[in-house]
């Protein structure tokens, strides 16, 4: 399975900046439906109603799903990897 990486930089509510990836099956276009996801992925780190658009959420690049993300792709559509200010 191919997946299509967005990386994507939300301003947290105390001002910092939380930094983490959208991972979504290769074959996923719609912007939109990606955004969503970050925006629930949002929500479970109570930063609900905080802007994230395509200004913040940009395609970087397609790879090989690694397995850990896989079953979360096929549950959810989506899985996320945190890499800077998401505790």
Known sequence: MKVAVYDTYVTKKDG???????????????????????????KTKEQEGQTLSSKECKFCHIEDVKPQWEKTIKEKGYYIYEMEKCN
């Open 16 to 42: 910092s900046i939380m930094h983490f990836d959208i991972i979504v099956s290769a074959d996923l276009k719609d912007i939109s439906t990606i955004l969503n996801y970050g925006k629930e992925y949002l």
